[in-house]
């Protein structure tokens, strides 16, 4: 029988959390009315790659978007969660996934999935916060 960790602050095992936020990634991005080439491009990387790659590059953008990335900056969802305290440590100073590495770990730490599309609604939601 396979158990599933979850977090202090959610009951959701953490592989159902993981599922769900891919969904989502998946559903905002297939519908957003700002780019029906984007559509196309998950479709066919779904085709191609299958729902992981698809799932997975969804939750990128998405990120990408909510958190006003710059192109060399890191989303959360690339970052190893083994890793987050190791690139923590080597410091902001040429390092490029150093401020998703600090998100992720408070993510992780208020039971948000690392793949969700929206990480600073889903910080606050976890603590409680309404996000405007």
């Not at 905002?28 to 700002?34: F, G, K, N, R, V």
């Not at 299958?50 to 990128?60: I, L, V």
């Not at 890191?74 to 190791?86: L, N, T, Y």
């Amino acid at each position: 029988m396979a158990t599933f960790q979850t977090s202090r602050r959610s009951p959701v095992p953490t592989f159902s959390r993981c599922l769900i936020a891919l969904d989502k990634a998946i559903e905002l991005t297939m519908t957003a009315d700002d780019d029906d080439g984007r559509a196309q491009q998950v479709r066919d990387i779904q085709l191609e790659c299958g729902w992981w790659s698809a799932a997975s590059f969804c939750a990128y953008v998405r990120q990408s978007e909510h958190l006003s990335l710059l192109p060399w900056e890191g989303a959360p969802c690339h970052i190893d969660p083994d890793e987050v305290d190791a690139i923590i440590a080597k410091g902001p100073l040429n390092n490029n996934a150093f401020g998703a590495a600090k998100l992720l770990k408070k993510m992780l730490k208020s039971g948000v999935s690392r793949w969700d599309p929206s990480p600073i609604d889903a910080l606050a939601a976890a603590r409680g916060d309404r996000a405007w």
